[in-house]
């Protein structure tokens, strides 16, 4: 019997039993799920939306860094580095640092950014736990660009 790998891209609502980037080994499977022995060392079956299939490297995110004064500027340029050497960057800011940012004068009176990450606190612990989440989630990517160096 042909051993099928399968290699977690999202952790959702398994953070006790997947890690983002490791491979798990599909031991049964049904149209929607693949049952799997997780990192707790217990069998669950798992939505196939959470894998991709294969022995498929996934970048993850292993640092990051402020560009900006945090004190300066009410939205943060931060550069993200992650384990495939390629480099991201977003904007990090505060709700309340979102409202100073709308109290000044700025021409068009509103933006789109999806390249915006909200947290509660602009501390590094708080920044950090946010971008874990994201990236955990497969969300990190979609939340970033491309930094072009």
């Avoid at 217990?42 to 294969?54: L, M, P, Q, R, Y």
């Avoid at 292993?62 to 009410?74: G, Q, R, T």
């Avoid at 100073?100 to 947290?119: A, Y």
Wanted: glycine share 4%; charged share 30%; hydrophobic share 35%.
């Amino acid at each position: 019997m042909e051993v099928r790998i399968i290699t977690c891209k999202s952790v959702g609502v398994y953070g006790h039993a997947l890690t983002r980037g490791n491979k798990y080994i599909v031991n049964k499977e049904d149209e929607e799920k693949y049952r799997i022995i997780g990192n707790h060392g217990k069998a669950v079956w798992i939505s196939k939306a959470n894998f991709i299939e294969g022995n498929i490297e996934v970048p993850i995110l292993e640092a990051w860094k402020f560009d900006d004064d945090i004190n300066e500027f009410d939205l943060v340029e931060i550069t993200l580095t992650f384990s495939d050497r390629s480099k991201r960057w977003c904007l990090v800011t505060t709700p309340q640092r979102l409202v100073n940012h709308f109290d000044k004068e700025m021409e068009p009176p509103g933006f789109n950014l999806r390249h915006l990450i909200i947290t509660k606190t602009m501390n590094y612990e708080d920044i950090e736990k946010t971008l874990i989440f994201l990236d955990s989630n497969d969300e990190l990517v979609e939340a970033s660009k491309p930094l072009n160096s």
